[in-house]
């Protein structure tokens, strides 16, 4: 059984570096891909980006020149990184297992919400 | 305002069956293929329906989806309480080179 779950700073700082690690168990990360999904409170879902299982990256053009995502195997965990962060960052972040089609996210987390306030 | 269209709303009484909608473009669902979501109140999304029509195990057969051209449906027949959810539509998109969701319908069971 596969299992996602975020873990990070519940809150953070505007101009600051949003910080979260995805903890996987049951599976090994060097066999999938993985991405990050958020969503501000009473909105829709917004992608963030994709690790794949070389390192490679895929992130939304909207917060590429901010986000930053690597993978640690020997943890089989894979984090993400958002600096400059506003109060318009404000979200649940959600890690998620890729399937084999760019937007079939098989497996969530539970999400945790991240807070952007001074 | 998201690439992909939904309805921001829904609703059906139990045992009916009720169709959401999304829209897109060429670059998107006219190319690619389409998956949904459901996310139950205070809950992660859960994957529904994935390449336009495919149901992952467990998720009964009263769901279904389909695909014509540049939109997609999900049909959910024999309407039940537990069925109250937001429902996501989502593609990848090869002009932005990026997973684009639907705005999200929020079904209500009346």
């Known amino acids: 059984q596969v299992q996602l779950q975020e873990s990070g700073p519940g809150l953070v700082k505007p101009s600051e570096t949003l910080s979260l690690t995805c903890t996987v168990s049951g599976d090994s990360i060097s066999s999938y891909d993985w991405s990050w999904i958020r969503q501000p409170p009473g909105k829709g879902l917004e992608w963030i980006g994709h690790?794949?299982?070389?390192?490679?990256?895929n992130y939304n053009p909207s917060l590429k020149s901010r986000v930053t995502m690597s993978l640690d195997t020997s943890k089989n965990q894979f984090s993400l990184k958002l600096s400059s962060v506003t109060a318009a960052d404000t979200a649940v972040y959600y890690c998620?297992?890729?399937?084999?089609?760019?937007?079939?996210?098989?497996?969530w987390g539970q999400g945790t919400l991240v807070t952007v306030s001074s | 305002q998201s690439v992909l269209t939904q309805p921001p709303s829904a609703s059906g009484t139990p045992g009916q069956r009720v169709t959401i909608s999304c829209s897109g473009s060429s670059s998107n669902i006219g190319t690619n293929p389409v998956h949904w979501y459901q996310q139950l109140p205070g809950t992660a999304p859960k994957l529904l329906i994935y390449?336009?029509?495919q149901r992952p195990s467990g998720v009964p057969d009263r769901f279904s989806g389909s695909e014509s051209g540049t939109s997609a449906s999900l049909a959910i027949s024999g309407l039940q309480s537990e069925d109250e959810a937001d429902y996501y539509c989502?593609?990848?998109?090869?002009?932005?080179?990026?997973?684009?969701f639907g705005g999200g319908t929020k079904l209500t069971v009346l």
């Open positions: 690790i794949y299982y070389s390192g490679n990256t």
């Open positions: 989502a593609t990848w998109d090869d002009t932005l080179n990026g997973v684009i």
């Open positions: 390449v336009n029509n």
């Open positions: 998620a297992r890729l399937g084999r089609n760019w937007a079939d996210f098989e497996y």
